[in-house]
T-cell receptor, first 118, second 116 residues
Framework: AQKVTQAQTEISVVEKEDVTLDCVYE???????LFWYKQPPSGELVFLIR??????QNEISGRYSWNFQKSTSSFNFTITASQVVDSAVYFC???????????????FGKGTKLSVKP | NAGVTQTPKFRVLKTGQSMTLLCAQD?????MYWYRQDPGMGLRLIHY???????AKGEVPDGYNVSRLKKQNFLLGLESAAPSQTSVYFC???????????????FGPGTRLTVT
């Protein structure tokens, strides 16, 4: 069965601290995609990153970085030098892909609420 | 491009009332989805559609119906609203093939529904 677990329900840090949000997934497929979304207090979902199962390279985008490890079925997200504007709920999600290349539904984790205090 | 739009943005219903949520996309996407988001939960799939005239059940379909009469629209109906359906509803759309677009699914802004 497909499942995404975000064990950290809430995290609170002080501005400029580094913070890592954990994501562990379960899937039977060898081809799948992993996503991170940000949901700020305004409520919309903001796409952050997509990673396919064949690409285990870590990715860095400004203060954001992602560590994908298939051996541990994890796709963790680190914010370096956090800022108040990073305060949001962050969701990790999994999408399986069939052999025809069609994407499946997104399976979401329950989210991690990050509060960054000044 | 407006992307994915949802109507209405907010709604308050009384128990037993019915309503329809409209999702529209202008990206010529084949796939469309309806999710609900409850406090402390991620988004859960209600129904989805892989093309005009087709619909399928997701994880939490009970109490909802959907229709996809036109490719660009996906309607979510509540025939007899219940307080348990108080939630934020998100619509999304995507190409059939995930490789076509690195963003995967495009989400609407959400509809906040309260059933009293």
């Amino acid at each position: 069965a497909q499942k995404v677990t975000q064990a950290q329900t809430e995290i609170s840090v002080v501005e400029k601290e580094d913070v890592t949000l954990d994501c562990v997934y379960e899937t039977r497929d060898t081809t799948y995609y992993l996503f991170w979304y940000k949901q700020p207090p305004s409520g919309e979902l903001v796409f952050l990153i997509r990673r396919n199962s064949f690409d285990e390279q870590n990715e860095i985008s400004g203060r954001y970085s992602w560590n994908f490890q298939k051996s541990t079925s994890s796709f963790n997200f680190t914010i370096t030098a956090s800022q108040v504007v990073d305060s949001a709920v962050y969701f990790c999600a999994l999408s399986e892909v069939d052999y025809g290349g069609s994407q499946g539904n997104l399976i979401f984790g329950k989210g991690t609420k990050l509060s960054v205090k000044p | 491009n407006a992307g994915v739009t949802q109507t209405p943005k907010f709604r308050v219903l009384k128990t037993g009332q019915s309503m329809t949520l409209l999702c529209a996309q202008d990206m010529n996407h084949e796939y469309m989805y309806w999710y609900r988001q409850d406090p402390g939960m991620g988004l859960r799939l209600i129904h989805y559609s892989v093309g005009e005239g087709t619909t399928a059940k997701g994880e939490v379909p009970d109490g909802y119906n959907v229709s996809r009469l036109k490719k660009q629209n996906f309607l979510l109906g509540l025939e007899s609203a219940a307080p348990s359906q108080t939630s934020v509803y998100f619509c999304a759309s995507s190409y059939t093939t995930i490789q076509l677009d690195p963003l995967g699914q495009y989400f609407g802004p959400g509809t906040r529904l309260t059933v009293t």
